[in-house]
């Protein structure tokens, strides 16, 4: 079958750096989504990666291992505001995306 | 990034009515389109995707007669909840994708349905 892990919720400071993981097994991969999404709103794009590497956007990078079915999200100097939940999605051969539950990153002062 | 629009955001409707949430993107021409349903704490489940001009392709579980989709236009689908009830309230989310199926989908705003 098809899924994806994440831890279920992290902790983290203010002015802090947090990684949160997301491993999967898909059939077939067309690239490896993260979404953002506050309490009571849609899920807001973050990144997309379908090569290995790092893609870095601001304050917020994706690495990627296909190899390993492999990703995280690293989010720098954490501001009150990144506190969301933080869903990975990984798109499959048939250019479907499988969810994962998402992780709620808690920021704390 | 493009837009999507999704109405209404909120809705409270009455057991054994329908309820019609509509989903239009703005500047562009959405090829195909994503309904989800988002209960409390769990992530998105896929109900079903709609491409402009077809019938909508429904995920295992989903009820069809139900959950009414119609794809009529590049820039518009809607999703009907036909004879509510109380169990069907839940966050319903569209999103659009446009041209290459590898590309990102842009959500609307989500409709928080509640039927008393």
């Known amino acids: 079958g098809q899924n994806i892990d994440q831890p279920t919720e992290m902790t983290a400071t203010e002015g802090a750096i947090v990684q949160i993981n997301c491993t999967y097994q898909?059939?077939?991969?067309?690239?490896l989504f993260w979404y953002q999404q506050h309490a009571g709103e849609a899920p807001t794009f973050l990144s997309y990666?379908?090569l290995d590497g790092l893609e870095e956007k601001g304050r917020f990078s994706s690495f990627l291992s296909r190899s390993k079915g492999y990703s995280y999200l690293l989010l720098k100097e954490l501001q009150m505001k990144d506190s969301a939940s933080y869903l990975c999605?990984?798109?499959?051969?048939?250019?479907?995306?499988?969810w994962g539950a998402g992780t709620k990153l808690i920021i704390k002062p | 990034g493009a837009v999507v629009s999704q109405h209404p955001s909120r809705v409270i409707c009455k057991s054994g009515t329908s309820v019609k949430i509509e989903c239009r993107s703005l500047?562009?021409?959405?090829?195909?389109m994503f309904w989800y349903r988002q209960f409390p704490k769990q992530s998105l489940m896929l109900m079903a995707t709609?491409?402009?001009?077809?019938?909508?392709?429904?995920e295992q579980g989903v009820e069809k007669d139900k959950f009414l989709i119609n794809h009529a236009s590049l820039t518009l689908s809607t999703l009907t909840v036909t004879s509510a009830h109380p169990e069907d309230s839940s966050f319903y989310i569209c999103?659009?994708?446009?041209?290459?199926?590898?590309?990102?989908?842009?959500f609307g705003q989500g409709t928080r349905l509640t039927v008393v």
């Open positions: 500047d562009f021409q959405a090829t195909t």
């Open positions: 990666n379908v």
């Open positions: 709609s491409n402009e001009g077809s019938k909508a392709t429904y």
């Open positions: 999605a990984v798109m499959d051969s048939n250019y479907q995306l499988i």
């Open positions: 999103s659009a994708r446009e041209g290459d199926r590898n590309t990102e989908a842009f």
């Open positions: 898909t059939s077939g991969f067309n690239g």
